[in-house]
Nanobody, 122 residues
């Protein structure tokens, strides 16, 4: 299984970015995909998750109403649309997948993609 995340960059506060995570090499129909982030000097935290099959999503409170996770089954790709970005959203963003609910714990992730850096300037 491989996860390829991309789409990070530098954006001004209030701007938008869309991250993508392309998955390959497995059957993800029973899995959920999670977006996590790790800011400098901080622990990695969950941003949100989506179940491949049902499309059910969960978000951490700090991004609710600003971030949206979606998936394209045909492309085996999950997206993280980030709007109204804030400087505190600056972090390396990772995608991960696993069968157990990633929103409960990142330790449930079986596979991780490489991170993509998001920098939000004030």
């Amino acid at each position: 299984v491989q996860l390829q995340a991309c789409g990070g960059g530098l954006v001004q506060a209030g701007g938008s970015l869309r991250l993508s995570c392309a998955a390959s090499g497995g059957d993800f129909s029973r899995y959920n995909m999670g977006w996590f982030r790790q800011a400098p000097g901080k622990e990695r935290e969950v941003v949100g998750t989506i179940y491949w099959s049902a499309g059910i999503t969960y978000y951490v409170d700090s991004v609710k109403g600003r971030f949206t996770i979606s998936r394209d089954k045909a492309k085996n790709t999950v997206y993280l649309q980030m709007n109204r970005l804030k400087p505190e959203d600056t972090a390396v963003y990772y995608c991960a997948t696993g069968a157990r609910p990633l929103f409960q714990s990142s330790r449930f992730a079986l596979y991780w993609g490489e991170g993509t850096l998001v920098t939000v300037s004030s």
